[in-house]
């Protein structure tokens, strides 16, 4: 709960409804702790229950570690030092990482939205340590769309070979629908995601992709858009994508013409991008300012222009889940301490999120106050 004294206050998880809040816990939360060694080594206070309270008096409530063990002795939780939960916290990692997987099992089985696609939105998000040299490591996430119930998440480094954003790092099937940035715009996410049986909807990235006509020449992108000049034209054309060793996989190159106000706006982002990097901008840049394009593998019988078009905004749902992500539950503020425990405080705060959001989804489910209501027999007069 918050309290305003002399201002804005951490919240105190010791003093929340505990009894409640566990009733929102994966069923076997206390099973993984000793699937994990969460509790191996420990001499005292091995309970699981108190383990994960103090744990998110620091994660869920953003205390330090010296502010969580004062709590923690406060509310008889746990007698340690900040350093004894330090190792707890670096313990902790694969339970953790279990808890959030144990949800997005819960997430996965619940009620299909009859008469919609079935997306899965796909997108990163680099979380920094604080600090000139505090590291850094990215968040790849999929959403279910239209149930927005997370299917799958993995941890990274953003520095080495196989840690970028690139289709690889999903588990991808025969069936999928891929909404994805332009950071996923490369021949070799396109050719993985079609070898997987999966179909991909990806904003356009010029220089960061080559499209051919079927004759294997380049495509005349720039000469087709300067033909387009009246708001709200859509185009469609076929294009290829060649890739080396491989045979070039055909998609559907799919456009519209932006109206005056959002391209002011466009390019008003670029010239200031622009001037900060004091950089000079290249004319067709200043051209594909003015259109939204998409590559996509999506069928055209299922699929017209003007769906594909329409169906690409749902991807902006995974970015307002990473924006409420580090707004609500302060994923963007890394404590700097080392790799271990990093990932585990990251796995943490994703626990956090995906519970507040199995809350929140309660909540409208059932009543405003968001648990059933129960009511005390009456005293006998």
Not at 225 to 247: D, S
Not at 331 to 356: I, M, N, R
Not at 363 to 372: E, H, K, N, T
Request: proline letters at 6%; charged letters at 25%.
């Amino acid at each position: 709960m918050w309290r305003p004294a002399s201002g804005m206050q951490k919240p105190n998880a010791a003093e929340e409804d505990w009894e409640f809040l566990t009733g929102f816990f994966p069923a076997r939360w206390e099973t993984l702790a000793a699937e994990t060694d969460a509790l191996k080594g420990l001499r005292q206070d091995k309970s699981a229950e108190k383990f994960l309270r103090v744990l998110l008096l620091h994660v869920g409530c953003g205390l330090s570690l010296r502010e969580t063990v004062t709590r923690a002795r406060q509310a008889n939780l746990a007698q340690l030092s900040d350093v004894a939960l330090l190792k707890r916290l670096r313990k902790s990692k694969d339970w953790l990482h279990a808890l959030c997987d144990a949800l997005f099992v819960e997430q996965r089985s619940g009620p299909a939205v009859s008469g919609t696609p079935a997306f899965r939105l796909l997108d990163s998000t680099i979380v920094k340590e604080p600090g000139p040299t505090g590291s850094q490591w990215r968040i790849h996430y999929s959403l279910q769309w239209p149930g927005l119930s997370c299917d799958y998440f993995k941890l990274t480094s953003t520095e080495g070979k196989g840690t970028g954003e690139a289709l690889s790092q999903y588990p991808l099937g025969d069936g999928d629908y891929l909404l994805a940035d332009r950071g996923y715009c490369r021949a070799q996410d396109f050719h993985h995601a079609s070898g997987k049986g999966a179909r991909t909807l990806v904003r356009l990235n010029p220089s960061g992709i080559r499209l051919e006509t079927a004759d294997g020449k380049s495509f005349p992108l720039l000469a087709r858009l300067r033909g387009l000049t009246k708001t709200g034209q859509i185009r469609e054309w076929p294009v290829w994508l060649p890739l080396a060793g491989a045979t070039p996989l055909p998609a559907r190159l799919c456009l519209i013409r932006n109206n005056q106000t959002a391209i002011k706006l466009a390019l008003k982002k670029l010239r200031r991008e622009a001037s900060k990097d004091q950089r000079t901008l290249a004319p067709e840049t200043l051209l594909y300012a003015e259109f939204v394009m998409v590559l996509t593998t999506f069928p055209a019988q299922e699929f017209p222009t003007e769906r594909v078009l329409e169906y690409y905004r749902f991807r902006w749902q995974v970015e307002l889940l990473f924006k409420r992500f580090k707004q609500l539950a302060q994923l963007g503020h890394l404590p700097k301490y080392d790799d271990e425990s990093s990932q585990a405080w990251l796995y943490g705060k994703l626990f956090v999120a995906l519970l507040t959001e199995k809350l929140i989804a309660h909540a409208r489910a059932f009543s405003p106050w968001g648990y059933r209501l129960h009511q005390d027999p009456e005293p006998v007069a």
